[in-house]
Nanobody, 112 residues
Framework: QVQLVESGGGLVQPGGSLRLSCAASGTFFRLYLMGWYRQAPGKQREMVAT???????NYADDVKGRFTISRDNAKNTVYLQMNSLKPEDTAVYYC??????WGQGTQVTVSS
């Protein structure tokens, strides 16, 4: 059974940075579309960034230029580097594999 385990969340001041990691179990990680999503209190879950098997990247408009998604297929891991964080980035961040498998989420709080 595939598992996704996120890490790297926490409390950070506005303007700060965090790097999220998502380690995947199972095989053929390199063949899957991977993504980061987030859900703020009272809001629907939304796409933050995705990366295809070939390395193509897609970002939500409000994170372009601040967040970078990457993957290391040798480590079965996908990353989300988040810079210039804003209070509105506060949410639970979830890793996703192939549109169907979800991690448990990691809390990111941006506050002074």
């Amino acid at each position: 059974q595939v598992q996704l385990v996120e890490s790297g969340g926490g409390l950070v001041q506005p303007g700060g940075s965090l790097r999220l990691s998502c380690a995947a179990s199972g095989t053929f990680f390199r063949l899957y579309l991977m993504g980061w999503y987030r859900q703020a209190p009272g809001k629907q879950r939304e796409m933050v960034a995705t990366i295809t098997a070939g390395g193509g990247k897609n970002y939500a408009d409000d994170v372009k230029g601040r967040f970078t998604i990457s993957r290391d297929n040798a480590k079965n891991t996908v990353y989300l580097q988040m810079n210039s964080l804003k209070p509105e980035d506060t949410a639970v961040y979830y890793c996703n594999r192939g549109g169907s498998v979800w991690g448990q989420g990691t809390q990111v709080t941006v506050s002074s």
